[in-house]
């Protein structure tokens, strides 16, 4: 595997239920991004991560929880979620955070929330 | 506040030209990102700007005025596998990526 993946690429959940996406990076990067795309909308960064510490949180609500258990390693943990919350899940990594290196995507997960 | 302008779509021939253009109002500048992103697929790099001018990449060019707050990515010789969303981010002061909300590039025989 090369470059960055992640499962599942589709989801449909209900209110209620409980799941989680994963995004692994085989670049050897050491910042890794969650975002959230919305049809017609700009890329909206949810959470960063950086040598494994999280350094951002975009005021995102309690109901995504991130986990990032080493540097190629991230997970959205997804409880209670809204309809609204229906979007492309992008996972994304670089080199270093705050610099001006490229961001590296996967293909995203496609949520579904009924 | 921060603000990232290009237009929602456009429609262009094979074998033609097309110029899609990015307006930005950031705190700061330290960079200008293109990438191209098919449908139901990553978004993938094309191009990077710090200074003013052309950056050429094969049929893909893309130019900065920082003075103007304005790039574009010029596409040439069109080809059908080009139809994509194309994303402008700006890098701001704080190192953040500002994003665009994407233009969608339709391509016709």
Known sequence: ETGVTQTPRHLVMGM??????????????????????????????????????????????SR??????????????????????????????????????????????????? | GQNIDQPTEMTATEGAIVQINCTYQTSGFNGLFWYQQHAGEAPTFLSYNVLDGLEEKGRFSSFLSRSKGYSYLLLKELQMKDS???????????DQLIWGAGTKLIIKP
């Open chain 1, 16 to 61: 209620t239920n409980k799941k989680s996406l994963k995004c692994e990076q085989h670049l050897g990067h050491n910042a890794m991004y969650w975002y959230k795309q919305s049809a017609k909308k700009p890329l909206e960064l949810m959470f960063v991560y950086n040598f494994k510490e999280q350094t951002e949180n975009n005021s995102v609500p």
């Open chain 1, 64 to 114: 995504f929880s991130p986990e990032c258990p080493n540097s190629s390693h991230l997970f959205l943990h997804l409880h209670t979620l809204q309809p609204e919350d229906s979007a492309l899940y992008l996972c994304a990594s670089s080199q270093d955070y705050g610099s001006t290196d490229t961001q590296y995507f996967g293909p995203g997960t496609r949520l579904t929330v009924l």
């Open chain 2, 84 to 94: 994509a969303s194309y994303l402008c981010a700006v890098r701001d002061s704080n």
